[in-house]
Structure formats: structure tokens, C-alpha cells
């Protein structure tokens, strides 16, 4: 097993340079089977949830080929398979992609019920609504959810929730079927428009994505394509709310600022400099910051994904501060482990309310998820002495280098494995 190991203290400076979008990566990349042709898809995150995701391709009878490190060749022309292998969708929760491409290519699919971050109640009834309203029969059985069309058919669905899942499992499964279909209360993420401008690419007809209405007129057949990812906004916010916790100076480079402006409201707001360049991002640390209080919500609110980020910053401004998460459940698994920091914090149900401290100090802790990681990685970044993060997997699912990153611009982070090989051999 592998640690992260940060003697914290040091203010971070210099470049940091953002890699393509995780939750952008795993809906294209199940869009690639729908191509007619090859796709070669530029900036892809070297992370473990794309692995997955290239293995499942793999697994299903596709050729896939890394040209580069950030570089991917899909030729999916060969794939018959319609099922997806269980242990493999069950590890990551943008399997779910798979129902929409596959029900789509082959009017039939079954894929494992999907796994991802512990966040709480995360069900998948509006992806199974949409399916249905487009013409589908659904069972879930044994762990699989298993779709099954004659034919789909467009129509107009109505999300009773705002979900990004199941808005990018309805354009999925929608892009190729006859007729229109209007998705409404429709998910406004980046990675929505990421998805529609990919699949648009390939020959799809797709308008409104990035508003709350998305319409997708079918088409018959879809080309491949070369396509380029943008960038991960919440990586980003990561490396800015890094750079701030320490007092350090970062430009954060490959970004796209508009994506950054919930977070970069927030850190404003809360004192910090930015300074924002075409595709760039200066952060500078004006430490004691301001307290602040936030509430997640979907984009363009202020993101859940960034939320235990936040936390961890505002442990070490002055004053209270309240959070309340408005997306998930439990997205406050965090909160002990920073305790263990020295961190004030209390929780009542979706709301955490956090009194500001002088000082974090390093301490064991473990990641519960992976935002919850990064928040860990902040706050050691900043407390003084040594905390070692276990379960750092939850981490390297949606963070290219991270301890690569952080030492360029000056952090003393190591990955260590543990027990040590030595120490280990030892024992025995
Ligand atoms: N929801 C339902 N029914 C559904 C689908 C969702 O009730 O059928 C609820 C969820 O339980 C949640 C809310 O709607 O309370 C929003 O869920 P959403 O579908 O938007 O989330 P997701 O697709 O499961 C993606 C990201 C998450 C990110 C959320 C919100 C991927 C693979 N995952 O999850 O990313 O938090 O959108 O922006 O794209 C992360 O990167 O750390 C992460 C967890």
C-alpha cells in the first residue's frame, strides 16, 4: 500500500500545469464507441478512473492505443459485446456510460450498478427515467442493470432532479435515435458541453448544451474524430486553494477561467489574489484570509467537488464559517480526520460549521474519498510536522502527479509504500 508523507510548511511557488477534465474524460471516452472510425483524443488525465474506463473499451473488444502519455486512440469498429465486465464497472461510478453508448450502438446493455466515492445515497433513477422515456426496458438484477430496446424513439424528458449523470447518459443514449429528444432541468457542468462538442464533432446534432435545455436531434451514423479535453476546473480550484492555504504564489496554467469563476468568487471574497490571464490563473497568498460561508449547488453554483477543499482553507481563517452541502449526503467524511489536525469543526447533517484555528499539525490521517484527499493534502501542506495520508488510491483515481505537481513548486510530499519493504521483510 502507498502513502502520501508531507512535512508541511512550505509556501508554494511557481507553475502548475492543469491536465484534462476527469468527469469530461469518462463520458467521452465511452462516447468514442460510437464512431464509426477512429478517434484520437488529446489531454486525457493520466488517472486511474481513465484507466478503468480504457480497460473496460479494451475488454469489450476495442483498440485501444496510447500514442503518448495524455494521447489515446479508440478504435472501437470491432466491439460486440454489449456487456461490460462487473468487477470492472463496479470500481468506478462513470461506468453508468456504458448503459447510454452501448443501448445506443446495440439497442441493449448490461453494466454492474456503479461504484465511485462513498458520498452517500446516490441512486441512479433519473439515467433508468430517461432510458425508459426514450423507449427502453430496464431490470435491475443480480447487481447489473440490464437495458433492452426494439427501438428508441425521441422524446421530451423532464429531470426531477438536476443530475449531470444521467443528463450525459440521456445524450448518450439519445444522439442516435430517430427524431428529437428535449432534456429539460438539464445539468449545466463544463463537462456537459465537453461531451455535446465531442460528440458534435463526430456528426452529432446537439444545441443548448451548458443551459438547462439540451436538445438532440438523431443522426444515423457518427464519424470519428481528433478531439482535445478541456481542462479540469476542479483540479485547478485544488491547486488555487493550495497555493492560497500556504501563502504562495502559483500560476496555475491550461485553465479555462470562466470554468473558475464559483471558485475564484469564493477565494476573492475571502481575500486572496487572483490575477486571470487568457489560460492562466495567478494565485497569491494574503494570508490571514476572512471567513465565509458556502453552500454547494450545481454549476454554475459553487461545487461539491471543491467543498472539502474549502474546509480545509477555512480551518485557518479567522472567525465561523458554515458550509452546507447541498448535493450529497455525506460529503463530510473529511471532518475527523482534519480534527486530527487540530481542525474545530462540527457537523449537523449537511451543514459543518468551522471555527477558524492559528494552527494545523501534521498527524496519520486516512482518505475517505477523493476530494476528501485532496482536502487532507491542503491541510498537511499547511500544518506544521508530518502527516502521512493513507488510502491515497482515492486520490490517484482523479489526480494526474499530484505529489509530482506539488514538489515542482515546492512541497515536501513523498509517496512512500507501506509498511516499508524493509521494515516489512523484517517482521516476518
Ligand atoms: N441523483 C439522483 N438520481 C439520479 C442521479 C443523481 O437522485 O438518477 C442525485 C445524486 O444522489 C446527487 C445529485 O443527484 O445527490 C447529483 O448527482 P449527479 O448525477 O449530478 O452526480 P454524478 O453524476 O453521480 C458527477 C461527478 C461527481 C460530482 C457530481 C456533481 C462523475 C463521474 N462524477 O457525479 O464527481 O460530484 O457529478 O457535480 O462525473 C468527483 O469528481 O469527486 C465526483 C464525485
Do not use: W
Request: hydrophobic share 45%; net charge neutral; glycine share 8%.
Amino acid at each position: 500500500m502507498e502513502k502520501f508523507v508531507i512535512n508541511g510548511g512550505n509556501a508554494l511557488r511557481g507553475d502548475i500545469t492543469i491536465s484534462g477534465a476527469k468527469n469530461a474524460a469518462v463520458a467521452i471516452i465511452p462516447a468514442a464507441i460510437l464512431a464509426e472510425g477512429i478517434c484520437v483524443l488529446e489531454n486525457v488525465p493520466n488517472i486511474n478512473d481513465v484507466t478503468v474506463s480504457l480497460k473496460i473499451l479494451a475488454a469489450m473488444g476495442a483498440e485501444v492505443r496510447l500514442l503518448n502519455k495524455n494521447t489515446i486512440q479508440i478504435d472501437s469498429r470491432h466491439i460486440k459485446d454489449a456487456v461490460v465486465p462487473y468487477e470492472m464497472a463496479r470500481s468506478i461510478r462513470a461506468s453508468y456510460y456504458f448503459l447510454g453508448t452501448l443501448l445506443s450502438k446495440f439497442n441493449h446493455a448490461k453494466v454492474s450498478m456503479p461504484g465511485g466515492c462513498a458520498l452517500g445515497d446516490r441512486p441512479i433513477d433519473q439515467h433508468l427515467k430517461c432510458f425508459k422515456a426514450l423507449g427502453a426496458e430496464t431490470v435491475i438484477e443480480h447487481g447489473m442493470v440490464e437495458i433492452t430496446a426494439e427501438k428508441l424513439i425521441g422524446t421530451q424528458i423532464y429531470f426531477d432532479k438536476i443530475t449531470v449523470g444521467a443528463t450525459i447518459n440521456a445524450m448518450l443514449a439519445a444522439v442516435k435515435v430517430d427524431g428529437l429528444t428535449i432534456l429539460e432541468n438539464a445539468a449545466k457542468e463544463p463537462h456537459i458541453v465537453d461531451l455535446a462538442n465531442f460528440l458534435n464533432s463526430m456528426g452529432a446534432d446537439i444545441m443548448g448544451a451548458g443551459t438547462d435545455v439540451i436538445k438532440i436531434r438523431g443522426v444515423k451514423r457518427l464519424q470519428g474524430t481528433n478531439y482535445s479535453i478541456i481542462p479540469d476546473q476542479i483540479e485547478a480550484g485544488t491547486y488555487m486553494v493550495a497555493a492560497a492555504a500556504t501563502g504562495g504564489d502559483v500560476t496555475i496554467k491550461n485553465v479555462i477561467p470562466k470554468h473558475l469563476e464559483p471558485i475564484s468568487s469564493k477565494l476573492v471574497k475571502m481575500g486572496v489574489g487572483i490575477e486571470e490571464f487568457d489560460d492562466s490563473v495567478r494565485i497569491t497568498g494574503k494570508k490571514p484570509y476572512e471567513r465565509m460561508n458556502l453552500k454547494t449547488m450545481p454549476h454554475p453554483g459553487f461545487p461539491t467537488d471543491m467543498q472539502p477543499q474549502f474546509a480545509a482553507l477555512l480551518t485557518l481563517s479567522q472567525g465561523t464559517s458554515i458550509i452546507t452541502e447541498g448535493i450529497y449526503e455525506e460529503r463530510f467524511r473529511y471532518v475527523d480526520e482534519l480534527r486530527r489536525m487540530g481542525a474545530d469543526i462540527s457537523v449537523d447533517g449537511k451543514v459543518a460549521v468551522i471555527e477558524g484555528v492559528a494552527k494545523l499539525t501534521g498527524a496519520p490521517v486516512k482518505a475517505a474519498d477523493l476530494r476528501a484527499g485532496a482536502a487532507l493534502i491542503i491541510a498537511g501542506l499547511c500544518a506544521k510536522g508530518v502527516t502521512e495520508i493513507e488510502d491515497i488510491y482515492h486520490i490517484e483515481r482523479g489526480y494526474e502527479d499530484m505529489a509530482l505537481k506539488l514538489r515542482a513548486v515546492g512541497a515536501d510530499i513523498q509517496k512512500r509504500r507501506f509498511p516499508a519493504p524493509d521494515a516489512l521483510r523484517a517482521a516476518l
